[in-house]
């Protein structure tokens, strides 16, 4: 089982629409979870970071957590064009924060004008 | 405002010569950066973590002997790809943290390597 899991896709999603990206992890003591979004050929960026179940938002995105079952997702309302990249979920290894992210393999993400 | 300012940008050397990429932290004192590699069409990968004035920690699988870590500086990192391989030819990246406890890594631009 990989440490950190997400559906490579495509998702492919209309404008406009909710695009749903998920992840899983399989270490129970991680504490701080983040999402990044990557261009082809470009460095990571940081979209979101969540460290408490429940929801967070910012803008167009929300970050859902859920501890019990391991699983954090990014909604990403009223998609655009310019959204469509590759959105990396990372989880920081084991409660301590020593900067060792592990990333899930990314999810590719299309929005159709 | 960029945080981590990594150079160059993308370098092609022949296989058999070395390469050193340099990392550097804008605007704070970042006693710990981090080295991840990324291959086509994979994810990240940390390969270790670079600690000011002491020695490099490596990832399991990850040759020391072959990528040299030097961390000289509060603001400065290195990287060098001794005796390149084709195998080599990554994305690699530089990142560091910018407060204790939990936060999230701010990532250089990224170095792409080819090795021919």
């Known amino acids: 089982q990989k440490e950190v899991e997400q559906n490579s896709g495509p998702l492919s999603v209309p404008e406009g629409a909710i695009a749903s990206l998920n992840c899983t992890y399989s270490d129970r003591g991680s504490q701080s979870f983040f999402w990044y979004r990557q261009y082809s050929g470009k460095s990571p960026e940081l979209i979101m970071s969540i460290y408490s179940n429940g929801d967070k938002e910012d803008g167009r995105f929300t970050a859902q957590l859920n501890k019990a079952s391991q699983y954090v997702s990014l909604l990403i309302r009223d998609s655009q064009p310019s959204d469509s990249a590759t959105y990396l979920c990372?989880?920081?290894?084991?409660?301590?924060?020593?900067?060792?992210?592990?990333f899930g393999q990314g999810t590719t993400l299309q929005v159709k004008p | 405002g960029a945080v981590v300012s990594q150079h160059p940008s993308w370098v092609i050397c022949k296989s058999g010569t070395s390469v050193k990429i340099e990392c550097r932290s804008l605007?704070?004192?970042?006693?710990?950066m981090f080295w991840y590699r990324q291959f086509p069409k994979q994810s990240l990968m940390l390969m270790a973590t670079s600690n000011e004035g002491s020695k490099a920690t490596y990832e399991q699988g990850v040759e020391k002997d072959k990528f040299l870590i030097n961390h000289a500086s509060l603001t400065l990192s290195t990287l060098t790809v001794t005796s390149a391989h084709p195998e080599d030819s990554s994305f690699y990246i530089c990142?560091?943290?910018?407060?204790?406890?939990?936060?999230?890594?701010?990532f250089g631009n990224g170095t792409r390597l080819t090795v021919t």
């Open positions: 605007d704070f004192q970042a006693t710990t």
């Open positions: 990372a989880v920081n290894r084991g409660s301590s924060n020593t900067g060792k992210l592990i």
């Open positions: 990142t560091l943290s910018r407060q204790r406890g939990p936060s999230p890594l701010h």
